[in-house]
């Protein structure tokens, strides 16, 4: 059952500047990268560190890549986005759905039924993330994790101005303060450069920004 989430932005702070319904602007899919190689090598090895293989993934927010270690074999890994032919593309899903999560928050999957929820670039666009981040501690369990990823970068008119309005340090206090608020444990917070791989990076090169928020979900939660 939904819990009622605890509000933390005002109601201006979720205004975006393109209105229309996001199923739109993902109806053509995009088969491209919207991270650099070096955001998404840090990104898999956070992964591969922090998620055991027995593990049922949930890649919230997704498209055609997962970003998931090719050599880990996780128990299942379920998909979820606004554009069903990215979705059906991406060979690490076993399943997947669509929906838009600023329509509607309730996600289709039972109490307690996963142990990692991912999104990558994505929460930038939520624009009721407080209902996001309760449904997201309903269906982790105990001891289970989120890792919310993103870098220095968005549609610009698709983000609420909560997102618009900030930098990368607002970001990560912002993302921790609506989960903490929700009920998730301290998260943890990661903001790290990288470097662009080859020539480029030996030239000290870098690539897209790598920041991250990582929260426990407690073993109990009132
Ligand atoms: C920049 S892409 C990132 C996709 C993927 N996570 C990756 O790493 O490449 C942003 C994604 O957020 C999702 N998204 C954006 N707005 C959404 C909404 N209102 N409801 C559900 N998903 C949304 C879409 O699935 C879209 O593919």
Redesign the pocket.
């Known amino acids: 059952m939904a819990v009622e989430p605890v509000l933390v932005l005002r109601e201006a702070e979720r205004f975006k500047l393109d209105a229309s319904d996001?199923s739109l602007f993902?109806a053509e899919p995009r088969f491209v990268?919207?991270?650099d190689g070096a955001f998404r090598a840090r990104l898999t090895a956070l992964y591969r560190e922090r998620i055991p293989p027995c593990a049922v993934v949930l890649?919230l927010?997704?498209?055609w890549?997962s970003?998931l270690p090719e050599e880990v074999t996780y128990q299942a890994v379920i998909g979820?986005?606004?554009?069903g032919e990215?979705l059906a593309a991406n060979p690490r899903l076993d399943r997947h759905w669509v929906?838009?999560?600023?329509s509607d928050q309730q996600l289709p999957l039972d109490d307690a039924s996963v142990d990692a929820v991912l999104i990558?670039?994505?929460w930038q666009?939520l624009q009721r993330p407080e209902a996001i981040a309760a449904e997201l501690l309903r269906v982790v369990r105990p001891r289970g994790q989120v890792i919310v990823a993103f870098s220095n970068r968005m549609?610009f008119q698709?983000a609420p101005q909560v997102w618009t309005d900030g930098g990368d340090r607002d970001h990560l206090a912002y993302v921790a303060k609506v989960l903490l608020a929700q009920g998730w444990g301290q998260p943890e917070l990661i903001a790290e450069p990288t470097r662009l791989a080859g020539p480029m990076g030996w030239l000290g090169g870098q690539g897209n920004p790598f920041l991250a928020v990582v929260a426990p979900r407690p073993p109990f939660h009132l």
């Open positions: 996001d993902y990268q919207h991270l890649d927010m997704s498209s890549v970003h979820h986005g606004l554009n990215e929906q838009n999560l600023n990558v670039a994505g666009y549609f698709k």
